[in-house]
């Protein structure tokens, strides 16, 4: 046994579910057994060709060494091309630094704001980061629960009740993972009425504004009354396929973006040149692949909600965007990760608990239809066979 002292900020670190469910599948399949994956939250779509085209060009033409740490001038400004055309959201340059993916936008802004003993107010169920970054920056993380009668959307009454002197930032995820939700303009409008003339920022992670179905997610970012307490972060990981990637952004005010980006400086220097080149590519090139793959992704919700309903025991409503159904699994009368363990053990499909996303979460489960049609309509006949096996 190891006699090794951790520090305590990693004793308690929180991880992702999703990647311990989706290496205990790869150990099944490499025992011979096929694993259906609704775990892991990443589109099935190849890189758009032109992208692709742009990152190994880019590579020929010597694009390998550093660049600024908050990321090269152009790709900058192609991001604040975009964000307007997207969000509707004003930007200059120098308020956007370029990641490593989204998370570390997040993880620095709260490593920057956030001091021992200020609260932050992240939703439940949520991404898992929004509790164990805060925790590592010494803060008390607040959760606010999202209901399943109110279509998973935050209540801003509870909201407001919740802000304290000590509370430092709110987190906003729309669409949401884990559960597809959207919060309406009211709620944004909500949201920043609550925080206006505060010291407390809006941490707005938009990863999966673009893959939405009816209704166009608000970003809090167009409301000017707070624009300058808003940290808007959003990645090219799902909405371009380009999760191995690794690229993100924030965009903040100039002064909070300096601090990020120094501390983007004394972790990993800079993003890859290549990968900044290839996302210039992907923000002002054509959008139809885009398209074309969230035209799957409604296709592949409604497979999904309509075999869900279908099994006794279960129901689930229907995502407003992301690529994740939330069901609701209470009528089997089991905990969401032993049910999940037990779909993944006995049936091969690999899906996570809800729990896995706060303790709200319980009694449902994340399934990502980030998978084809057939493996889709596969996974949910495994998991109505094991719903059966449980009612006997």
Known sequence: MSCTRFAERVVDLGTEMAFEILARARALEAQGKRVIHLEIGEPDFATPENVVAAGVDALKKGWTHYTPAQGLPELREAICEYVKAFKNVDARPSQVVATVGAKPAMTFSLLAL??????VIYPDPGYPLYESVTRLAGGVPVPIPLREENQFRLDVGELKSKITPRTRAIVLNSP???????????????VAESVEGRDIF????????????????????????????????????????????????????EELAEKVSRLAINTYSCPAAFTQIATIEALRGPQDAVDRMVAEFEARRRAVVDGLNRIKGISCSMPQGAFYAFPNVKGLGMKSRTLADRALDGYGVAMLGGDAFGPCGEGYLRISYANSLENIREGIARLEAAARDILR
């Open 176 to 190: 949401h993972n884990p559960t597809g939700s959207m919060l309406t303009p009211e709620d944004v409008r909500g």
């Open 202 to 253: 809006v941490i707005s992670d938009e990863i999966y504004d673009r893959i939405a179905y009816g209704a166009k997610p608000v970003s809090i970012g167009t409301i000017p009354e707070v624009r300058e307490r808003v940290i808007l972060v959003d990645s090219m990981s799902k909405t371009y396929a380009m999760t191995g990637w690794r690229i993100g952004f924030g965009i903040m005010n």
């Open 114 to 119: 956030v001091d021992p003993g200020d609260e």
